[in-house]
Nanobody, 123 residues
Framework: QVQLVESGGGLVQAGGSLRLSCAASGRTFSSYTMGWFRQAPGKEREFVGAIIWSGGSTYYADSVRGRFTISRDNAKNTVYLHMNSLKPEDTAVYYC????????????????WGQGTQVTVSS
């Protein structure tokens, strides 16, 4: 089982940028599709985007497409979420998670989860 630790969250003004990191333990990291989800206060957790094991393909939620980019470095067992043009509605706890497939946006299809990192965007 892969263990995940997110970092890089914080407080940023609207229009600003942040880069989140998700560090994974275990030698099987490079075999997983890695996903990012977020959960805002009082709302259900929602899919943000995902990247295939090789880094060659990504897909995103409509709400972040064009502003957020996911990348990964398999040599470092780390996946990144680059967030630009941040909006107050991006405020949430952000989680990374693993899945074996590619294309799913459903929580149930993702196995290991990190503890989350808080992102707050002020207006």
């Amino acid at each position: 089982q892969v263990q995940l630790v997110e970092s890089g969250g914080g407080l940023v003004q609207a229009g600003g940028s942040l880069r989140l990191s998700c560090a994974a333990s275990g030698r099987t990291f490079s075999s997983y599709t890695m996903g990012w989800f977020r959960q805002a206060p009082g709302k259900e957790r929602e899919f943000v985007g995902a990247i295939i094991w090789s880094g060659g393909s990504t897909y995103y939620a409509d709400s972040v497409r064009g502003r957020f980019t996911i990348s990964r470095d398999n040599a470092k067992n780390t996946v990144y979420l680059h967030m630009n043009s941040l909006k107050p509605e991006d405020t949430a706890v952000y989680y990374c998670a693993t899945t074996r497939g590619f294309g799913s946006r459903l929580e149930i299809d993702f196995g290991s989860w990190g503890q989350g990192t808080q992102v707050t965007v002020s207006s």
